[in-house]
């Protein structure tokens, strides 16, 4: 590992010169929060998520939809959005830059989680550590601290009649859309609906490359259930090791990790919920297929002030990159805020209805109005009024027991005569009842997970007495699954020969990249350092032996060489890209080809 230069500064020169990711529109001095995936980043990007997808949902039996990235400000409203989605914003009296006030406090005292301590406390802490503008060095001691709304708003249409906002989170796509995805449900929990694509908030201060930036890549899944009837499948993960970092530790001068099964975190009550326990489990293990290195990981319990508005539990996945601890996934138990806040709001219904065993014979408030007296009196609002009433007798019957009642249509209050409202309690047999599922949601950062795994695949190792980096990514992830050369490039042979290959392997479904440009060790290593799994060569010995021809396949991490039949490169490559084999498998079927192939 390099000591002139920190993990991260090492990672965006990489990214910056391998095409993996580097800040958007620089033609034009760029804007702060906003990047670009070059072609390597954005095939890594790529199969990230269709790792997530298929784990996700292809495997837990998901729905997946597509949600536009604008909605209309009711959805906001409604979700709580446009009130409790604020950070701390300081501004410098000096230079008039601006900048989040709990992150200038975590950068520079020993405190870790400003953002979960009120206003009053931060800005003591900014005044009694004497902190200072990181752009000009004035004092920001006794500046006063705001909430600043994070939300990027724009209008729908011409004008600015209907104001709408770019969506701060995609799981708003699904609540909004619930009444028609629990159709496809068949009105039955549980059941999950996914999402993946573009979330937008406006960061008072963009900061760590692309771990906090204005537009991002989230991958969610809301999963519906009936608190008091479904459990998760928990056994199929009771084994799973984790590394817990609880509230309760969190909080103590000595606390430590907890490392533990989640079946033992669920039955000890340090994860309180076992459907959060349940995809906790699912995560360990997805994101040590993906390629974090499980060393650097761990599961964080938010505590009580960072909990956001609707999350009565949520753990965080965290992965350790520059000494720094990156959220990129969370795992909330959001209860039924969500879909009732929408079915408060709106004019759906985002119930489900839950069948009884048997028929129940309940006692039901109910009220018949008068309409012979409702119509003279509210005209066209009649039925509206009476809507209203039969809605109030459900939620508060005891509302009738005053000689009038009122209710609000249209935002107008209506006044009725308890009389005309007809209201009674009466028995009727019942089969069932509307309940408002509740959501538990894994919801994961895809430009956090690409960074980490970026960060924890890079290594530094000699070959043939040369130093050389490498990303030992996962050939599940790998933005190129193989890479194909020509031992020598002006030989006509084996660059048809070369040619003729990456024909087959596109064809069989391979990322493909041909190179015939430098000597073979430079292109090995140039495949290294992007992380290219297997690199297939094209040499006379394969050509003009006696036996069937053969090419050799080397392996990035390990640079060793075995020759391999053409005939049985796409099928030996395909089982041990896909886990199915080892490359130590093929070394022991295989002749292993000689130290110092790499010159």
């Given at each position: 590992?390099?000591?002139?230069?920190?993990?991260?500064?090492?990672?965006?020169?990489?990214?910056?010169?391998?095409?993996?990711?580097?800040?958007?529109?620089?033609?034009?001095?760029?804007?702060?929060?906003?990047?670009?995936?070059?072609?390597?980043?954005?095939?890594?990007?790529?199969?990230?998520?269709?790792?997530?997808?298929?784990?996700?949902?292809?495997?837990?039996?998901?729905?997946?939809?597509?949600?536009?990235?604008?909605?209309?400000?009711?959805?906001?409203?409604?979700?709580?959005?446009?009130?409790?989605?604020?950070?701390?914003?300081?501004?410098?009296?000096?230079?008039?830059?601006?900048?989040?006030?709990?992150?200038?406090?975590?950068?520079?005292?020993?405190?870790?989680?400003?953002?979960?301590?009120?206003?009053?406390?931060?800005?003591?802490?900014?005044?009694?550590?004497?902190?200072?503008?990181?752009?000009?060095?004035?004092?920001?001691?006794?500046?006063?601290?705001?909430?600043?709304?994070?939300?990027?708003?724009?209008?729908?249409?011409?004008?600015?009649?209907?104001?709408?906002?770019?969506?701060?989170?995609?799981?708003?796509?699904?609540?909004?859309?619930?009444?028609?995805?629990?159709?496809?449900?068949?009105?039955?929990?549980?059941?999950?609906?996914?999402?993946?694509?573009?979330?937008?908030?406006?960061?008072?201060?963009?900061?760590?490359?692309?771990?906090?930036?204005?537009?991002?890549?989230?991958?969610?899944?809301?999963?519906?259930?009936?608190?008091?009837?479904?459990?998760?499948?928990?056994?199929?993960?009771?084994?799973?090791?984790?590394?817990?970092?609880?509230?309760?530790?969190?909080?103590?001068?000595?606390?430590?990790?907890?490392?533990?099964?989640?079946?033992?975190?669920?039955?000890?009550?340090?994860?309180?919920?076992?459907?959060?326990?349940?995809?906790?489990?699912?995560?360990?293990?997805?994101?040590?297929?993906?390629?974090?290195?499980?060393?650097?990981?761990?599961?964080?319990?938010?505590?009580?002030?960072?909990?956001?508005?609707?999350?009565?539990?949520?753990?965080?996945?965290?992965?350790?990159?520059?000494?720094?601890?990156?959220?990129?996934?969370?795992?909330?138990?959001?209860?039924?805020?969500?879909?009732?806040?929408?079915?408060?709001?709106?004019?759906?219904?985002?119930?489900?209805?839950?069948?009884?065993?048997?028929?129940?014979?309940?006692?039901?408030?109910?009220?018949?109005?008068?309409?012979?007296?409702?119509?003279?009196?509210?005209?066209?609002?009649?039925?509206?009024?009476?809507?209203?009433?039969?809605?109030?007798?459900?939620?508060?019957?005891?509302?009738?027991?005053?000689?009038?009642?009122?209710?609000?249509?249209?935002?107008e209050a209506k006044t009725v005569d308890s009389d005309?409202?007809?209201?009674?309690?009466?028995?009727?047999?019942?089969?069932?009842?509307?309940?408002?599922?509740?959501?538990?949601?894994?919801?994961?950062?895809?430009?956090?997970?690409?960074?980490?795994?970026?960060?924890?695949?890079?290594?530094?190792?000699?070959?043939?007495?040369?130093?050389?980096?490498?990303?030992?990514?996962?050939?599940?992830?790998?933005?190129?699954?193989?890479?194909?050369?020509?031992?020598?490039?002006?030989?006509?042979?084996?660059?048809?020969?070369?040619?003729?290959?990456?024909?087959?392997?596109?064809?069989?479904?391979?990322?493909?990249v041909y190179d015939d440009s430098g000597s073979i060790?430079?292109?090995?290593?140039?495949?290294?350092?992007?992380?290219?799994?297997?690199?297939?060569?094209?040499?006379?010995?394969?050509?003009?032996?006696?036996?069937?021809?053969?090419?050799?396949?080397?392996?990035?991490?390990?640079?060793?060489?075995?020759?391999?039949?053409?005939?049985?490169?796409?099928?030996?490559?395909?089982a041990v890209a896909g886990d199915e084999t080892s490359?130590?498998?093929?070394?022991?079927?295989?002749?292993?080809?000689?130290?110092?192939?790499?010159?």
């Amino acid at each position: 590992m390099s000591e002139e230069r920190t993990e991260g500064e090492r990672l965006a020169e990489l990214a910056k010169r391998r095409g993996y990711f580097f800040g958007a529109s620089g033609a034009y001095g760029g804007a702060a929060g906003f990047y670009t995936f070059g072609p390597q980043g954005a095939a890594l990007k790529s199969n990230v998520e269709d790792a997530w997808r298929d784990r996700f949902t292809v495997q837990e039996g998901n729905f997946e939809i597509e949600a536009p990235t604008i909605m209309p400000e009711p959805v906001f409203e409604a979700s709580g959005h446009l009130d409790g989605f604020d950070d701390m914003l300081v501004e410098c009296p000096d230079c008039g830059e601006s900048h989040r006030a709990d992150h200038l406090v975590e950068d520079n005292t020993d405190v870790e989680d400003a953002e979960s301590l009120p206003i009053e406390e931060v800005e003591a802490l900014i005044a009694d550590n004497d902190l200072r503008c990181p752009n000009c060095g004035g004092s920001l001691a006794g500046e006063e601290i705001e909430d600043f709304n994070l939300m990027f708003e724009t209008n729908i249409g011409p004008g600015s009649s209907t104001p709408g906002y770019l969506r701060p989170e995609t799981a708003q796509g699904i609540f909004v859309e619930f009444p028609r995805i629990k159709e496809y449900a068949r009105n039955s929990l549980p059941f999950g609906a996914t999402q993946i694509g573009r979330a937008y908030r406006n960061e008072i201060s963009p900061r760590k490359s692309i771990v906090r930036t204005r537009e991002f890549t989230q991958a969610e899944l809301e999963q519906f259930v009936d608190p008091e009837r479904d459990e998760p499948d928990l056994e199929s993960v009771a084994d799973v090791e984790v590394t817990l970092y609880p509230a309760t530790e969190q909080g103590s001068e000595d606390g430590e990790y907890v490392e533990t099964t989640v079946g033992e975190a669920v039955e000890e009550g340090i994860v309180g919920d076992a459907w959060i326990g349940y995809f906790l489990g699912i995560a360990q293990e997805w994101y040590e297929r993906v390629g974090v290195d499980m060393d650097r990981f761990r599961f964080r319990q938010h505590l009580a002030g960072e909990r956001a508005h609707y999350a009565a539990d949520c753990w965080d996945a965290e992965s350790e990159v520059d000494g720094d601890w990156i959220e990129i996934a969370g795992f909330a138990y959001r209860g039924d805020y969500d879909l009732s806040k929408h079915g408060e709001h709106s004019d759906d219904d985002f119930t489900i209805f839950r069948q009884f065993d048997e028929p129940k014979t309940v006692e039901k408030a109910v009220v018949d109005p008068d309409m012979s007296v409702l119509g003279p009196e509210f005209g066209g609002a009649a039925a509206d009024v009476k809507s209203a009433l039969e809605e109030l007798a459900e939620r508060d019957p005891s509302a009738f027991d005053d000689e009038t009642v009122s209710v609000t249509v249209g935002g107008e209050a209506k006044t009725v005569d308890s009389d005309v409202a007809n209201y009674r309690v009466e028995e009727q047999t019942v089969s069932g009842e509307h309940i408002t599922p509740h959501v538990i949601e894994p919801s994961f950062g895809v430009d956090r997970t690409v960074y980490t795994l970026l960060a924890h695949a890079y290594n530094e190792d000699e070959v043939d007495g040369e130093t050389r980096s490498y990303l030992s990514l996962s050939p599940t992830v790998a933005s190129t699954d193989v890479g194909v050369f020509p031992l020598v490039s002006n030989v006509g042979e084996l660059t048809a020969r070369a040619e003729a290959l990456v024909e087959d392997l596109r064809e069989s479904g391979f990322s493909v990249v041909y190179d015939d440009s430098g000597s073979i060790g430079r292109r090995y290593r140039r495949q290294d350092e992007v992380g290219t799994p297997f690199c297939v060569t094209v040499d006379r010995d394969g050509l003009e032996g006696d036996g069937p021809d053969s090419v050799t396949i080397r392996e990035r991490d390990t640079a060793r060489q075995v020759r391999v039949p053409i005939d049985a490169l796409v099928e030996e490559l395909r089982a041990v890209a896909g886990d199915e084999t080892s490359f130590d498998d093929l070394v022991e079927e295989y002749d292993l080809v000689a130290p110092g192939a790499d010159a």
